[in-house]
Each structure stands twice: as C-alpha cells, then as structure tokens.
C-alpha cells in the first residue's frame, strides 16, 4: 500500500513538473526578469531537471526532494508573477 501511494505521489509530482516546464515554454522571456525572477531558461532547466530527479531516484530522496519544492515553488510564487494573475492555474 505504501508503495502504491508514493507512486501516485511521484507521478502527480512528474506531472506537475512537466506542467511547470509546458507553462514556461508558454511564457514570454521577458516576462521573467521584469517579475524580479530567475530567466526563463534558467527555470526551463531547473523544471526539466526536477522532473528528471523525481522520475529517476523518486520523491523521497536526496534530489527528489529539492525537485518537489522547486516545482512548487514554480506553480504557486513564478507562474502567478509572470502571468500577472494571482491563481497559478492560469
């Protein structure tokens, strides 16, 4: 049981990378640096890699763990900021 719910967590989690890296590609670069944020590649790269150290070593681990508070991080303060609405799911 235990083990099927940290693979529901870790695929949520590959899933809200992935939509952390399909929302940057959407967003303009300049978009980035004007909120007083990282450059958009620079967070292209940290979206890409969370999303490759949680798939790889799992949620629980040395890298899978900056991985998830670097995704959330996206979707709840960056996404908001450069798309100019307070709800990340815009």
Not at 8 to 16: D, E, S, V, Y
Not at 22 to 51: C, E, G, M, Y
């Amino acid at each position: 049981m235990t083990g099927l719910l940290l693979d529901l967590i870790r695929l949520f989690l590959i899933g809200l990378c992935l939509y952390g890296v399909i929302d940057a590609v959407r967003r303009p670069a300049a978009a980035f640096p004007a909120h007083n944020q990282l450059t958009k590649p620079a967070w292209l790269a940290i979206l890409v890699v969370s999303t490759w150290a949680i798939y790889k070593f799992g949620v629980l681990s040395f890298l899978g763990l900056p991985a998830v508070v670097a995704a959330i991080v996206y979707v709840v303060d960056v996404k908001p900021a450069v798309s100019g609405s307070a709800n990340p799911w815009n």
